[in-house]
């Protein structure tokens, strides 16, 4: 007995030798933080030495207060809902319908378009953001292509009306659907606007009608600037675009690997019973990937509550606020202006309180309506 007992001492002591150090570094990396930063939430801590410097004391949930009393707060809260949102409903969707194509090889080179899809995921996060940042600018491929596009179509129209009646010989109606080509503001690019566009049409000599029309062109045409991220409206709608675009290949691969595990006989067989592809897509992979389908639904949440580089990168900060995000908005309160570092807690505070009650949704709505995974 006494044998006995001393052999679960040194066990004891074995078991708290080797697992100390995990749990210490547990405790610096992670307990430390999260229990300074709950403290700091509740404090009217102002910045510099914590201990030894300036005074500051527990305040209580002040800062809670003054955040949800900020419009700005919640239009962050509504776009982290909306990417929210795109996660859930829209990469993981699609990732399974892209794994269900490959898997089935309903495509031709499943390879090929698993590694195109999954491309994007692989690629720097700030990289991405100033790609499409690139592409959304007034210089970018958007606005050329728009803007080639509404060359083309303006000189046509100038063509039709000055080819009609010979850029010397102009009538003022003409004259006056030329302005009107340029929109509302080309009457006020001259003093007198019929006669002084007449004057400068007419003084182009008749082998130089090409140059009349593309002086005009670059005069009236208004370019088209994509502002998208600058609209109320709309602003968001790029941001989601990318970030679908971006990380739907994560989910393509989570849950191809876990279709790779389904016995291929029971499709086989269910096939052979004259099953298509709906009823095998519903009632042999969908219940087989319920578990997966919810870890991926907690991973996306996760991720869409904390995302910040990708949406940073590509709004340059947000610096209209238009498209800022809980994640941008505890920055700027952290380190830009005054350095709100309460403040700052508190909406992480949130943040990480937002996404457990989202993820205890799901696991909810998992365990009443969701599959079970062989």
């Known amino acids: 007995m006494t044998g006995a007992k001393r052999i679960d001492r040194e066990a004891g002591r074995a078991y708290w030798f080797m697992s100390l150090p995990a749990f210490v570094i547990y405790i610096v990396v992670m307990a430390f933080p999260i229990g300074l930063s709950i403290v700091l939430s509740l404090s009217d801590y102002s910045g510099g030495k914590m201990f030894g410097g300036e005074a500051w004391h527990i305040v209580g949930f002040d800062h809670y207060l003054r955040a949800i009393q900020d419009p700005w707060f919640w239009n962050a809260l509504k776009n982290n809902f909306y990417i929210v949102l795109i996660s859930v409903f829209g990469q993981l969707p699609l990732g399974f319908i892209f794994a269900y194509i490959i898997y089935r090889r309903i495509v031709k080179w499943p390879g090929f378009w698993q590694g195109i899809l999954y491309v994007p995921n692989i690629i720097s996060i700030i990289v991405v953001g100033l790609l499409w940042q690139s592409i959304f600018s007034p210089s970018g491929p958007i606005a050329q292509v728009v803007n080639d596009l509404s060359t083309n179509r303006f000189h046509q129209q100038l063509v039709a009306i000055i080819g009609s009646q010979g850029h010397l010989n102009l009538s003022d109606s003409a004259i006056q659907a030329v302005l009107k080509l340029g929109g509302p503001d080309a009457p006020n690019m001259f003093a007198n606007p019929i006669p002084d566009l007449r004057g400068m049409i007419q003084a182009y000599p008749s082998n130089q009608y090409g140059v009349l029309i593309t002086d005009l062109t670059n005069l009236l045409l208004q370019k088209w600037t994509p502002t998208f991220l600058n609209k109320p409206n709309i602003a968001m709608l790029p941001v989601l675009f990318v970030i679908l675009w971006m990380y739907t290949g994560m989910y393509l691969i989570l849950f191809l690997a876990n279709m790779q595990k389904i016995d291929t006989q029971v499709i086989e067989s269910a096939r052979i019973d004259g099953a298509n592809e709906g009823q095998v897509m519903r009632h042999i992979i969908l ?88």
């Open 287 to 374: 219940p087989a990937l319920s578990g997966t389908m919810v870890n991926s639904a907690i991973l996306a949440i996760s991720g869409s509550l904390s995302s910040f580089a990708l949406i940073f990168a590509l709004t340059g900060g947000g610096p209209s606020r238009i498209t800022e995000i809980l994640s941008i908005y505890m920055y700027n309160s952290a380190f830009l202006g005054q350095h709100d570092f309460p403040l700052a807690n508190a909406i992480a505070l949130i943040t990480v309180i937002i996404s457990m009650l989202l993820i205890v949704v799901t696991k909810v709505f998992e365990s009443r309506y969701g599959g079970k995974e062989d």
